[in-house]
T-cell receptor
Framework: AQSVTQPDIHITVSEGASLELRCNYS??????LFWYVQSPGQGLQLLLK??????LVQGIKGFEAEFKRSQSSFNLRKPSVHWSDAAEYFC????????????FGTGTSLTVIP | DTAVSQTPKYLVTQMGNDKSIKCEQN?????MYWYKQDSKKFLKIMFS???????INETVPNRFSPKSPDKAHLNLHINSLELGDSAVYFC???????????FGPGTRLTVL
């Protein structure tokens, strides 16, 4: 069965510091991979996605993610965090052979301190 | 312009009532979805639907039913509401040529 693991439930970083949010997936083939952000009281906004090709993908708001097949990982990074980045971050796997369903990780809550 | 919209944004109701949440997408997408986000922020798919096929997550109680009057709308009907139905419900849509899903703002349902 497909699954997505986000090992860090909560991360706190200082403003201006670098950030890495971890995501591991379990799937027999290369899935479609996504990162979404949910600001407090808001819906889900797509940050970036990986379908194929270059394993380092750039997204909005200065985020990037790297697909590592050998590690079944798709970690999200940002070199310098802004206070407005405080939110919940969800990694998701898209699987075409199940009605194009998404499987979400449990989310990582990011707190940014001044 | 709003891409995926949901109404209402907040819904407070008593146990046993029947309620509906509406979802509309103006993106021309082929497939729409309903997700439930529980108090621990866990997102779980409930339904996926296009013109041809409804796929139901087998763990969803049959008190929940999607209704699609047309391609741009997928409403969620919930009968005999229970306390455990309290959650945030997200609608999403997806074009046929990609696996990217676009989410609505969510509807926070509170059952008292």
């Amino acid at each position: 069965a497909q699954s997505v693991t986000q090992p860090d439930i909560h991360i706190t970083v200082s403003e201006g510091a670098s950030l890495e949010l971890r995501c591991n997936y379990s799937y027999g083939a290369t899935p479609y991979l996504f990162w979404y952000v949910q600001s407090p009281g808001q819906g889900l906004q797509l940050l970036l996605k990986y379908f194929s090709g270059d394993t380092l993908v750039q997204g909005i708001k200065g985020f990037e993610a790297e697909f590592k097949r050998s590690q079944s990982s798709f970690n999200l990074r940002k070199p310098s965090v802004h206070w407005s980045d405080a939110a919940e971050y969800f990694c998701a796997v898209g699987v075409s052979n199940t009605g194009n369903q998404f499987y979400f990780g449990t989310g990582t809550s990011l707190t940014v301190i001044p | 312009d709003t891409a995926v919209s949901q109404t209402p944004k907040y819904l407070v109701t008593q146990m046993g009532n029947d309620k509906s949440i509406k979802c509309e997408q103006n993106l021309g997408h082929d497939t729409m979805y309903w997700y439930k986000q529980d108090s621990k922020k866990f997102l779980k798919i409930m339904f996926s639907y296009n013109n041809k096929e409804l796929i139901i997550n087998e763990t969803v109680p049959n008190r929940f039913s999607p209704k699609s009057p047309d391609k741009a709308h997928l409403n969620l009907h919930i009968n005999s509401l229970e306390l455990g139905d309290s959650a945030v419900y997200f609608c999403a849509s997806r074009p046929g040529y990609t696996d990217t899903q676009y989410f609505g703002p969510g509807t926070r349902l509170t059952v008292l």
